[in-house]
């Protein structure tokens, strides 16, 4: 019997208003593990995402889909100066022109640009292989100053950061560099 059906038979889902509640196989946070979350306007969803990257110290995974804030890239390319390693994959469509993308590849940061999805629209960063910052906070100027946004950033949870540096790979493994454009 497939685990999600046995889960159904031995505990039928909950809802509350109409929605499911989490599922039976979700394990509970880490002790220790920390939560942070912002949101858009009013620049906590930015503010989370930067301390994120300050709190970096071996490695940054980003997955991004239109990525054109100048504080975010900002706060990569600093981290990157302070010898972490940071690896950035973003939707090709949305970044086909000089965009923060293009100027973090200047920078030597490595970029890969994904085309093979009508959207490769995450929006995620894995950090120091502990934490996952996400959420539908696109790192751009609009995401936070004119969009009603959401991050959430988890800190201290390993096993949530192996199954989203997972995902980078494939993405990565799948996507094209981006040369520098001087």
């Not at 920078?107 to 929006?123: D, E, F, Q």
């Not at 950061?161 to 993405?171: C, D, I, P, V």
Request: glycine share 6%; aromatic share 10%; with cysteine.
């Amino acid at each position: 019997m497939k685990s999600s059906l046995k889960a159904w038979v031995l505990c039928p889902l909950i809802f509350v208003a109409g929605a499911a509640a989490a599922s039976p196989d979700a394990a509970p946070l880490p002790a220790g593990a920390r939560v942070q979350v912002g949101f858009s306007p009013g620049k906590t969803a930015q503010e989370t995402v930067i301390s994120a990257i300050r709190s970096a110290r071996s490695e940054i995974l980003v997955a991004a889909f239109n990525f054109t804030s100048k504080p975010v890239a900002g706060a990569l390319a600093a981290a990157a100066q302070r010898g972490v390693t940071v690896k950035i994959v973003a939707d090709a469509k949305a970044n086909d022109r000089y965009t923060a993308i293009t100027f973090l590849a200047n920078k030597g940061i490595p970029v890969a640009v994904n085309s093979r999805y009508s959207y490769m629209h995450n929006k995620f960063m894995v950090i120091d292989g502990d934490a996952v910052e996400t959420g539908s906070f696109n790192y751009s100027a609009g995401a936070a100053n004119r969009n009603a946004e959401n991050v959430i950033w988890l800190s201290g949870v390993p096993d949530v950061a192996a199954q989203y540096r997972q995902e980078f790979s494939r993405l990565w493994q799948e996507s094209e560099p981006l040369p520098p454009r001087y």
